[in-house]
């Protein structure tokens, strides 16, 4: 899809009320973030002359909240009736379908959650390690992945991205699949962000396996940070509805150091799987170089 530069307008400006104008007028919209300004982005060229039009219309009135009336208002009045059980899960279906890739994989990090918390006799918990775990008594005993292989168990290769030691853990994976998972899937669909979550999560596994003593080891860190690096990298050549603020980027980074540093470790049970940190973010990045310059081949 091309999209075509309409409009600059500051960053202090609130744009909703012009994206609520343009919606009406049947104009199709994207913003980024471009040299300090917000870049308004529109799919038909025929319409680039009518938003530079409204943008001065609006500019000549101070960027006036109301300068096409309650438009805003009259949206948000009829967002205010959503009240009930039956609009509360027609929002919940309309998520579930705007978003399946992303509230999949979050619902099955709560699952993993569950089976660590509450799986004492780690029945279920064995099947989704990267090792094969046989139980002895009171002992626990890892035979290699590659034996798990041989048995045919290849889910090992992704499954560990689902478990999650701990209430912290998954919270705070949940929030940022949720953030992160959703640009993808919204500006580039639901099989570009699947094969980025398997590919990822395969080989952050796999650089954690090889890099720990234990199997035992999860969660969807590895493509966080995998999602983290894609979108660094893709926004910076294709717009993006939701572009990722470098205030997040930066965040990230930093604390994939605070946990590289081992200050985090202090601070939960056990120790972060850095290695996994690590491969997603450089994964992410090239899998994002990929697919510009394929998108660019076939453009």
């Known amino acids: ?27 199709s919209c994207r913003v980024t973030e ?3 300004q917000q ?8 319409h680039i002359d009518e938003v530079k039009r409204l943008v001065a219309e609006w500019q000549s009135t101070g960027f006036s909240p109301h300068v096409w009336g309650d438009v805003v208002s009259a949206a948000n009045t009829r967002q205010s009736h959503v009240t009930g ?7 919940a279906l309309k998520l579930l379908l705007r978003y399946p890739v992303t509230l999949v994989t979050l619902l099955l990090g709560l699952l993993g959650a569950l ?20 139980v002895r008594g ?14 045919g168990q290849w889910w090992r290769l992704i ?4 478990l999650h030691f701990g209430a912290l853990h998954i919270i705070f994976n949940g929030l940022w699949i949720w953030e992160l998972g959703r640009r993808v899937e919204s500006d580039l669909g639901h099989w570009a962000l699947l094969s980025l979550i398997v590919v990822v999560g395969v080989g ?59 200050a985090v470790d202090f601070f939960i049970e056990g120790s972060v799987a850095n290695t996994a940190h690590i491969a997603g973010l450089l994964l992410g990045c090239a899998l994002a170089v990929l697919a510009l310059l394929l998108t660019k081949k076939a453009g």
Request: charged letters at 15%; aromatic letters at 12%.
């Open 1 to 27: 899809m091309n999209l075509y530069k309409a409009a600059l307008v500051d960053l202090s400006v609130d744009l909703q009320p012009l994206i609520v104008r343009l919606r009406q007028a049947g104009i």
């Open 204 to 262: 952050s596994n796999l650089a954690q396996y090889q890099a720990s003593a234990s199997g035992l080891f999860g969660g969807l860190s590895g493509v966080l940070y995998g999602l983290v690096g894609f979108l660094a990298v893709w926004q910076r050549y294709r717009p993006m509805r939701e572009p990722l603020s470098s205030g997040i980027i930066i965040f990230m980074i930093v604390w994939l150091l605070l946990c590289m540093s081992g």
């Open 85 to 91: 059980p039956a609009d509360q899960l027609d929002k």
């Open 34 to 36: 471009e040299q300090g």
């Open 115 to 134: 089976i660590v918390q509450f799986d004492t006799t780690f029945t279920l918990f064995s099947w989704l390690t990267i090792q094969p775990i046989q």
């Open 159 to 162: 499954t560990p991205i689902f």
């Open 138 to 151: 009171d002992q626990l005993y890892l035979a290699s992945l590659e034996y798990g292989l041989e048995q």
């Open 39 to 46: 870049c308004l982005w529109v799919t038909d060229q025929a």
